[in-house]
């Protein structure tokens, strides 16, 4: 069979760097999402490009699927081997290959964590902002267009991953920019493989923008009477061009949530937790401008965590959201998705969803980066109760259609994998085909992901 | 011919909206680069997206050129027709359709110029803040990926562009995008159009991000005794994250240009002019870090333009560089041309950059956006001179391969056009092929703009 004949090729490639044990192939087949064990075939440890390219070769010879495989946090099964085929793990390519201070960027091989890059760039002065809370590999992060609380103010992996190498297809490695920090000279391919979701290549090495660690970080919490009044700041905030560097929605649900799992006892009502950067005067006049509009909304007063360990604290709670969401209903598994509006919709929008959610009997929570219109529901199911979990993809699939109306996207930020594909025709009609249109011209064998964001029917 | 039996059934669609005089068209073939006058065959001036997905359907079905024209201001020669076909006058096609103030995004046809823009934004407190410096057609803005002096605050159109619509090559209208503020939802083709240069399609409409207009608006000029000093000062800055809305580099012959042109008397050495925006505080805060670095790097005093009229002088000098440029040396013809690298690099350029006209004995100005590393060359020929013109064409080729040198890019913002064409492969290495391989895929015919951008052979 030609997967034996790869696989024997990639063994004497990479020798005890192929690994097909059992327990090895079940954890990359594992997920976060709902979707049974999908386990490849064999999972290869590279340790550069050179033999990234081989290893597509070998596979692109053979027709063999190809799988770019980082900490595997995705929410909607991106990692996942549904045709079977050879996962690339990336994580001996894990080098910090350059950090350039004075240009504010960093060059880092794809295995790399945020929190990893973070930890090497502490004696700069500098970090990496993009944050979508799990401690996720770059690579995975750039493959499928991360952002989380902070892209806000700094961005999502689009604005901040300013070039890439990747192997194609066929085994061709290309370098996709340079360390300009701007350039009109042909078409972006950096930002056509940030987000591809390794449909269309491997991502092996990418040139990051680094920012400034801001001289002064102040965070606090506020309630909300309703979840108009804390929708209605958001928005205000944003159209007053306060620079927010965090601005997160958590509904009450979410707010018992955090209670029985961290401990905490804020009120059960809505909340925002916000976070400001900058100067110390520039901090003072945000928390200032924004604790007015608070006021005039009707939120309560703010609750600041004032060093830093105390908002660690706080957003090691955000972060641990997908956790804390079980707390809300012990045993019950959790369903995560995501959307992402113009604000002028935001609670329109979310008034709907929490309406149409107590109407099918759903226990759910709303969190959300909202200054970016964009949130999240987890749905907190019995799996024994078809009924239940058929409401719960009622439910979903309503929410996808309900941000379409709305002007918006069906993913904000956990992308498409196979979870979503069947809402990708009705978000972007004939330019689907174009889409297609790419992924037949890269990857005319439709061994990179292959069954994965692009429908190719 | 083909042609004429095009021509023949885009008359029978656009009426009197056809045009095949002789001075219209060589108005389309005219240039501000240094290309000879290369009239299309016909222009037309469509009304609207079906309008023009008719012409373009027409065209295709005679292996027709379409040229997309805004106003005609690229300095590479991207709207020339070397040939022939039919150049899509956007003219008509000028609305703002809709102003989101809530959202802080605008939908425009591409015939709308950024000041129409700015105009019909000033009731809502928002403003577009990309500025090239022409009144641009902000589809041609779009096609071009044009950034100019706000670019280091406000970012470039690739980061301004939220969707397109887009004609394609067979007529198809796709959209590329939502109105939400981010989306993990497939390939990103707003960012493969913003750039491509009219050659993968025709942009018919655009959403774009909007800014808040600044509270206080403050801008100054300082001079320094050399080259170095003043370009360190905008490292200085940048690393320390003062959030400059514009920081041009002017060289002493520039000044000596624009003391010509416009009767100011600066003091003949090389100059950085100054913009920031913000909260009164806030600009306060920024002019004085940046005033101590100044300090430190022996720059003089500030001059301020404390008033909007002062202001409004000031940038416009700035941006009749182009025109000012010939002041320098009465009866000369200006070539323009403009590279981008990292700033921990630009010192060494512009010095070696200098040092090499001065050895090929050329005049010319130094010009830059160096915020984001960006600088302009203006050679001031004598076009009876060939052994002049050839010194141009060294300095300019040697200019583009000290970019490459320094991992930078041959243009920061001018783009490719036919001009640089040469430069691609260079630049791109094996990325071109698959640059070419999208180009293929998406305008098989080859009748978008073709000639133009990627080398096809």
């Known amino acids: 069979?030609?997967?034996?004949?790869?696989?024997?090729?990639?063994?004497?490639?990479?020798?005890?760097?192929?690994?097909?044990?059992?327990?090895?192939?079940?954890?990359?087949?594992?997920?976060?999402?709902?979707?049974?064990?999908?386990?490849?075939?064999?999972?290869?440890?590279?340790?550069?490009?050179?033999?990234?390219?081989?290893i597509v070769q070998i596979c692109a010879a053979h027709s063999c699927p190809v799988i770019a495989y980082g900490t595997g946090t995705?929410?909607?099964?991106h990692q996942l081997a549904f045709r079977g085929g050879i996962s690339i793990n990336m994580q001996k390519m894990n080098t910090v290959l350059a950090i350039h201070p004075q240009d504010l960027d960093a060059v880092v091989q794809p295995g790399v964590t945020r929190k990893q890059l973070n930890a090497e760039l502490r004696a700069t002065g500098l970090f990496?902002?993009?944050?979508?809370?799990?401690?996720?590999?770059?690579?995975?992060?750039?493959?499928?267009?991360?952002?989380?609380?902070?892209?806000?103010?700094?961005?999502?992996?689009?604005?901040?991953?300013?070039?890439?190498?990747?192997?194609m297809a066929d085994g061709k490695v290309i370098r996709t920019g340079s360390r300009a920090r701007k350039s009109s000279t042909g078409y972006d391919l950096t930002k056509l493989f940030v987000g591809s979701e390794g449909t269309l290549g491997i991502i092996t090495e990418i040139t990051l923008k680094l920012h400034g660690q801001p001289e002064a970080i102040s965070a606090a919490?506020?309630?909300?009477?309703?979840?108009?009044?804390?929708?209605?700041?958001?928005?205000?905030?944003?159209?007053?061009?306060?620079?927010?560097?965090?601005?997160?929605?958590?509904?009450?649900?979410?707010?018992?949530?955090?209670?029985?799992?961290?401990?905490s006892d804020?009120?059960?009502?809505?909340?925002?937790?916000?976070?400001?950067?900058?100067?110390?005067?520039?901090?003072?006049?945000?928390?200032?401008?924004?604790?007015?509009i608070v006021k005039d909304m009707g939120g309560d007063a703010f609750k600041w965590s004032s060093n830093a360990e105390e908002r660690a604290k706080l957003w090691d709670m955000r972060h641990n959201?997908?956790?804390?969401?079980?707390?809300?209903?012990?045993?019950?598994?959790?369903?995560?998705?995501?959307?992402?509006?113009?604000?002028?919709?935001?609670?329109?929008?979310i008034l709907e969803t929490k309406a149409e959610g107590d109407r099918l009997g759903l226990t759910f929570t709303v969190v959300g980066h909202v200054g970016d219109g964009n949130f999240h529901c987890g749905i907190c199911i019995d799996p024994s109760d078809k009924a239940e979990l058929e409401n719960a993809k009622i439910f979903t699939q309503n929410l996808a259609m309900r941000a379409l109306k709305f002007n918006g996207t069906v993913s904000g930020e956990h992308g498409i994998g196979v979870g979503k594909m069947k809402y990708m025709a009705a978000e972007h009609g004939d330019a689907l085909s174009v889409m297609a249109d790419i992924k037949r011209t890269l990857d005319p064998q439709n061994i990179m992901n292959p069954g994965k964001l692009i429908p190719m029917n």
């Not at 790869?6 to 059992?22: D, F, M, P, Y």
């Not at 192939?25 to 999972?43: C, I, S």
């Not at 499928?144 to 902070?150: H, N, P, Q, V």
């Open 74 to 77: 995705s929410l909607e099964g």
């Open 221 to 263: 919490t506020c309630s909300f009477p309703d979840v108009s009044s804390a929708v209605d700041t958001v928005i205000a905030t944003i159209q007053m061009g306060i620079p927010m560097a965090r601005i997160e929605f958590i509904d009450e649900i979410m707010v018992r949530g955090f209670n029985a799992y961290n401990g």
């Open 321 to 349: 959201a997908y956790y804390a969401q079980k707390s809300v209903r012990p045993g019950s598994v959790v369903q995560n998705t995501d959307i992402c509006v113009p604000i002028s919709h935001l609670a329109e929008v």
């Open 128 to 167: 990496f902002p993009v944050d979508p809370g799990a401690d996720a590999s770059i690579g995975g992060m750039a493959a499928t267009r991360a952002s989380g609380t902070t892209a806000v103010r700094y961005g999502t992996m689009k604005e901040n991953v300013m070039a890439l190498e990747v192997v």
């Open 266 to 292: 804020l009120p059960e009502k809505p909340h925002l937790f916000v976070e400001f950067h900058g100067s110390d005067s520039a901090v003072a006049e945000q928390a200032s401008q924004f604790g007015e």
């Open 1 to 54: 069979m030609a997967i034996e004949t790869a696989i024997n090729q990639l063994r004497n490639l990479l020798q005890g760097r192929l690994v097909t044990t059992r327990a090895i192939l079940d954890q990359h087949g594992q997920n976060e999402a709902y979707f049974p064990v999908t386990p490849p075939d064999a999972v290869v440890y590279p340790l550069n490009t050179k033999e990234v390219s081989e």
